[in-house]
């Protein structure tokens, strides 16, 4: 392809180059006539030669291969900010201190798969207040978050 783009700079180049020094009367009408002729014949041969060959492109393709390693960099930081909001959000909403772990999958858009709490900390909370607080913690991940939580 490259080879293709210089060989058509190179001819519209050398044709602009002749028709400024040929003459204006028929004889620079002439040159100037086979000089986009033989521009136009630089251009379409790729694709004559494509037609002959029956589909075998003249053009080298290239397989565009995914880079793992940022695509890897990519879900780790979308893991430590989703981990830093639910932290922030236990202690905001429930007074809680835990260790947070997500899961997120690989398609577009790296959704979250499952929201992991281990609590450490209940805070302060008068007597029997921490009955059903770990399945109410559960309810409001999965409805904020809009995927499978597991509290302990």
Same mark, same amino acid.
């Given at each position: ?74 879900? +780790? ?7 830093? &909001?639910?932290?922030?959000? *236990?202690?905001? $909403? !429930?007074?809680? %201190? ?28 008068? +007597? ?7 399945? &109410?913690?559960?309810?409001? *991940?999965?409805? $904020? !978050?809009?995927? %499978?939580?597991?509290?302990?």
């Amino acid at each position: 392809m490259k080879a293709y783009v210089l060989s058509v700079a190179g001819i519209v180049l050398i044709i602009a180059a002749v028709s400024i020094v040929s003459p204006n009367g028929k004889m620079g009408k002439f040159v100037k006539g086979i000089g986009k002729l033989f521009i136009l014949v630089v251009m379409i041969t790729p694709f004559v030669s494509f037609f002959a060959n029956k589909g075998d492109s003249v053009f080298t393709t290239v397989k565009i291969a995914t880079d793992e390693e940022y695509l890897d960099r990519c879900v +780790q930081l979308l893991r430590e900010e989703d981990e830093r &909001d639910i932290s922030a959000f *236990l202690n905001d $909403r !429930y007074q809680i %201190k835990g260790s947070v772990a997500v899961t997120r999958g690989e398609s577009s858009g790296f959704p979250r798969e499952k929201i992991e709490v281990k609590i450490i900390d209940f805070g302060i909370i008068g +007597q029997g207040g921490n009955i059903n607080k770990t399945e &109410d913690v559960r309810k409001a *991940l999965e409805e $904020r !978050y809009g995927c %499978k939580a597991v509290v302990s």
